[in-house]
């Protein structure tokens, strides 16, 4: 996700390489954090260093051609954008949407309004009230959700050298005028997104071009504040100490957040993503100036090949992920094949940096139509033209098919149901009135394994169990058992929920002194996310953590060590091992692998309330 690349201009100015550098930190963030979120929770922070970028080259050149021409030619920018950005993006749209075409049809749905926005550089806003969290990582993930940023950075390409061109002919020479009013409005962006945030639907600060701006608009300040014709390579040594100091240290901070910085915390959004955003504008600032030794530091061949191909990665990292993930079991082996994915996506990088990227970069129309009229006939033009042929026709055939919306599976329908039976046993228990068991029932006991001593001890006990899509699925099985358990359970819940739904249910009264959480199915939590559930909870209360079953997903090796390692330093929390459990017992489950069959569901239950007896 590279987009603006330091260029030689009017004046010559020289090829700052170390922001190469920058930008593999930025790209490698990014797949990291996707690839394994549980590693790297921050890695999401990599696009506003590329917001930082772009804002600041974009502004420097700009300045530079008022300064020397005291105009700013607005058709030339636009063009030059346009031949950088354009083609690849086209590119990865046409390959994607073959493949959808061919070997994904459930991804066809909505397929003409996603390649529509994206060439049109809306995307982001057509997200916001159409696409998927960009935090949930196991609802069927579109393999087009990152490309929300491409509409923002078109965006600010489009108003921002226009906006900034008429101010400078307003008030061209009250320059520190201009530096303020940029500021503010990169302020004002951050405090829009802090107004604006919502918990439940994080889609609208996080997409939305007005509340990421203050990241571009921090880079158009800094370019303003520090323009690279005016810095100087005779430094002082104590001013070059000074700044290398201050570069360490801003590349500490990114470092530490891409570690800690939670993508779902009230923080991120109240201040946190623009304090990153300022740590890594003094990394820039301390990149650019040739008096300092950050560029020589993060200048080599590797951060120079990533740093060039870094729109590439970007743009095919998720397609490539999400077809990979969709064939093949990522859980049991998340590291190989994470590395098969980086190859790949690296590889599709290389391909579309020599194939379309550097033909288009320098290309001019006339000089197609010419190359058109006068190159001979060869084999591999005539190659090269058919296969592209065939692509085209590809994806047209795919855009053209009826667009239909995917009929729910039988495992949706369930939850539907699940949920709705879970929602009138609630109210049932908040009134007193759920029905007792029928300790003698012989379908209970032989559905369950249980014996009419079991079955009696389970229809006393009354508990709170929290959940997410699994727990919802297994509600009614556990209410079979329990009338008096009180669930509360939504699909796609996060772990990051968990405090302020415990803390909601124990000011209703409707946290039990059993407690069962079944959190860590939709991403990996924090050890700062699970204290907080612990401390929410109470020590009064004996919790029953189950760990997780996710065949597909990488972070679940993580989520059940964490769990394990919770339940040794707590004396009140105690593992339930359904992941041992469900080991080799594949037809338990749905075709997800993920959520459980009938079957599945009543080895679940009775998992959770024999560990539960022995305790109790």
């Known amino acids: 996700m590279q987009k603006i690349r330091p260029e030689r201009t009017d004046q010559g100015s020289r090829y700052v390489t170390g922001v190469d550098g920058m930008r593999t930190l930025a790209v490698a963030g990014v797949i990291i954090y996707h690839l394994f979120i549980a590693q790297l929770p921050g890695g ?23 300064d020397q ?66 935090f949930d990582r196991f609802s069927g993930e579109s393999p087009f959700t990152h490309l929300w940023t491409l509409g923002v950075e078109a965006q600010f390409y489009l108003i921002w050298p226009a906006l900034l061109f008429i101010v400078l002919v307003g008030l061209g020479k009250r320059r520190r005028l201009i530096k303020w009013l940029t500021l503010t409005l990169a302020v004002l962006s951050a405090v829009l997104m802090a107004v604006l945030y919502n918990p439940a639907n994080l889609n609208r600060v996080y997409y939305g071009t007005d509340t990421r701006a203050f990241s571009l608009l921090l880079g158009a300040w800094l370019a303003m504040v520090w323009p690279r014709k005016h810095l ?15 570069g360490v240290i801003s590349l500490l901070i990114i470092l530490i957040g891409f570690c800690s910085l939670d993508g779902q915390a009230k923080f991120t959004y109240f201040g946190g993503m623009f304090l990153y955003s300022l740590a890594g504008m003094v990394l820039l600032a301390t990149i650019v100036h040739p008096g300092a030794s950050m560029n020589r530091w993060l200048t080599n ?30 859980g049991a082996h998340p590291f190989i094949n994470g590395f098969i994915e980086v190859a790949m996506i690296l590889a599709a990088a290389e391909l579309s940096y020599r194939l379309v990227e550097m033909p288009a970069k320098n290309l001019q129309l006339k000089e197609l139509v010419g190359k058109l009229k006068t190159r001979p006939a060869g084999l591999k033009r005539w190659v090269r033209l058919g296969a592209t042929s065939l692509l085209v026709c590809v994806a047209l055939v795919g855009l053209a098919l009826p667009e239909k919306a995917p009929a729910k599976t039988a495992l949706q329908n369930h939850l539907t149901k699940a949920n709705e039976a879970t929602v009138a046993r609630n109210k049932l228990i908040a009134a007193g009135k759920a029905p007792k068991v029928n300790v003698n029932a012989k379908s209970l006991k032989t559905k369950y394994q249980l014996s009419t001593k079991q079955i009696k001890a389970l229809g006393k006990l009354k508990m709170t169990v929290i959940g997410d899509s699994v727990m919802a699925d297994a509600a009614q099985n556990i209410q079979e058992l329990v009338p008096d358990a009180y669930v509360d ?17 124990k000011k209703n009264g409707r946290l ?21 559930i612990l401390a929410a909870v ?16 990488s972070w679940e090796k993580t989520v059940n060590s964490q769990l394990k390692k919770t339940a040794k330093e ?26 459980m069959g009938p079957e599945g569901n009543v080895q679940f239950t009775r998992l959770l309330l024999t560990t539960i007896l022995k305790n109790e």
Not at 100 to 110: A, G, P, W
Not at 115 to 131: P, R, S
Request: aromatic letters at 14%.
């Open 232 to 246: 100087r390579g005779n430094l002082a040594p104590t001013g070059k100490t000074i700044l290398n100091g201050g």
């Open 301 to 330: 061949p590797v951060f120079s090949w990533i740093g060039r191909r870094s729109y590439g990665i970007y743009i095919y990292q998720f397609p490539i992920m999400i077809f990979y993930e969709a064939k093949v079991q990522v």
């Open 489 to 505: 359970a939504q699909v796609g819940r996060q772990g990051s929920a968990g405090p302020a739904i415990i803390k909601e249910l």
């Open 44 to 66: 999401f922070l990599g696009v506003p260093l590329f917001l930082l970028i772009s804002g600041y080259f974009v502004t420097d050149q700009l300045q530079n051609e008022w």
């Open 570 to 595: 707590h004396s009140n929390v105690h593992l339930v091992d359904w992941n041992a459990q469900s080991k080799g017992h594949a037809s338990w489950f749905a075709k997800d692998r993920v959520h």
């Open 512 to 532: 039990a002194k059993i407690v069962v959480l079944n959190l860590g199915t939709n991403g990996p939590m924090t050890t700062q996310t699970v204290n907080e």
């Open 538 to 553: 109470g020590k009064g209360c004996q919790i029953y953590w189950i760990n997780a079953h996710l065949p597909t997903k």
């Open 69 to 134: 021409h005291q105009t700013i030619d607005l058709i030339s920018f636009y063009r030059r954008r346009f031949r950088r950005l354009y083609p690849p993006l086209v590119g990865m749209l046409l390959v994607t949407v073959v493949y959808i075409t061919l070997f994904s049809h459930q991804l066809l749905y909505q397929l003409r309004q996603v390649v529509v926005t994206n060439l049109l550089w809306v995307y982001n806003w057509w997200e916001i009230g159409h696409g998927q969290s960009y």
